[in-house]
């Protein structure tokens, strides 16, 4: 096991870990979405209306649809099939009507999932310059060979990663930084729980873990949460039983300035 991956088990089941985690992934889970005035607008009209052909091109509209249907993704795609299709766009629109005008309105404003905000607030908490340095653009970090943390989107540092790093998988990174020579590369992730999709979004980590790069980039998965908890569990074994570079992300700094 890496000396980090048991200095964050360690952390995890001795010390205030969470309270502690909350420096990095503050969430905030009542915090509604808002609906733009006159797509509600439109939204109630076509439902005070039983109009379901504009009641359902409003509710498209949305970020969050108010009902999980396995067909609403393909009309987002193709906005003519709600014309060809009215037996299934009635379908929905019937269930969507069972909800009521108030429980509609709570199911379009409820808050993202807790681990859809973890990418951004862990961004956030290294833009405030936690690690010691504050990332810095892609033309002052290439400029000289300084100690220096990446700013810039998943995309940006994915480019970043292609180009510089010999980074091969086709999806956004959370972390690029380089320290005494070494580029490190990494994703975060809060593992709330076992299994589904957290268990998805611990495979996506150890996917960019092992994916091969070049010689002088050290690849690392910044990851907390239920994984450290000592047990038979999936995530717990492999993190265990392999030399792999797992670490929570309150040990980070101290992993940058041990290389």
Known sequence: MNYFTQQSIELANQRDYLDQLFSVYPLSPDSIREIDSDVWH???YSYNNHD???LFEALLKLKLFPIKDGYVPYFRRDKSAISRNPKTVNRICGRVRELGLDRLYEKCTQPKETNRQMGPLFRRWVE?????LKPIPTEMFVANDDNAILSGSDAQLKDFAQQYLGYSRDKGVDFIARFNGKYVIGEAKFISDEGGHQNDQFLDAMTTLRTPMRDNVVSIAILDGVL???GDKKMYKEI???DILVMSALLL???????
Not at 253 to 259: E, G, H, N, P, Q
Request: proline share 4%.
């Open 42 to 44: 439109s939204i109630e």
């Open 52 to 54: 379901n052909i504009g």
């Open 228 to 230: 450290y908890i000592p």
């Open 128 to 132: 405030s310059g936690t690690l010691g």
């Open 240 to 242: 265990t039983t392999n």
């Open 253 to 259: 700094r101290d992993f940058l300035y041990s290389l």
